[in-house]
């Protein structure tokens, strides 16, 4: 079963379901992501669960154009979450089983190397543009 495809609206209720305040979760309390992060070395991922995605299957070459209409770049953690551009447009939609904090997982490739990043899904800076 393929994982489903999120619109922006899932995102935030998903964003929204997070639990337990401000206390560090014992699942992912080692993920310090509020922009886009390599995956911490040795961080148990296995208490994430994805719950969907945002890749388009219909979309076969999705657009690697981003969107910063306030000038922010890529790796900023005040960076716009708009799901229609990259990388967002890539990501896979995490939840922790825990406290239900919600994240972006993207696979960047770059030209001989791949990483896995992370980011936390911010409500506040999801943005519905196309
Ligand atoms: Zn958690």
Redesign the pocket.
């Known amino acids: 079963m393929s994982a489903p495809v999120l619109s922006t609206a899932d995102l935030l209720r998903i964003a929204a379901e997070?639990s337990?305040g401000e206390q560090r979760?014992?699942?992912?309390?080692g993920?310090h992501c509020p922009g886009w992060e390599a995956i911490p070395g040795g961080f148990d991922a296995g208490?994430?669960k994805q719950v969907g995605t945002l890749r388009d299957p219909e979309v076969h070459e999705p657009t690697v154009e981003e969107y910063h209409p306030a000038g922010t770049r890529t790796w900023d953690a005040d960076a716009p979450i708009a799901p229609a551009f990259h990388p967002y447009n890539q990501s896979d939609v995490l939840q922790?089983?825990?406290?239900?904090?919600a994240f972006l997982r993207w696979t960047e490739y770059g030209g001989y190397y791949q990483e896995a990043r992370i980011r936390e899904i911010n409500p506040e800076l999801v943005v519905q543009a196309l």
């Open positions: 997070r337990g979760c014992p699942s992912c309390g993920l208490g994430l922790c089983a825990h406290c239900h904090r």
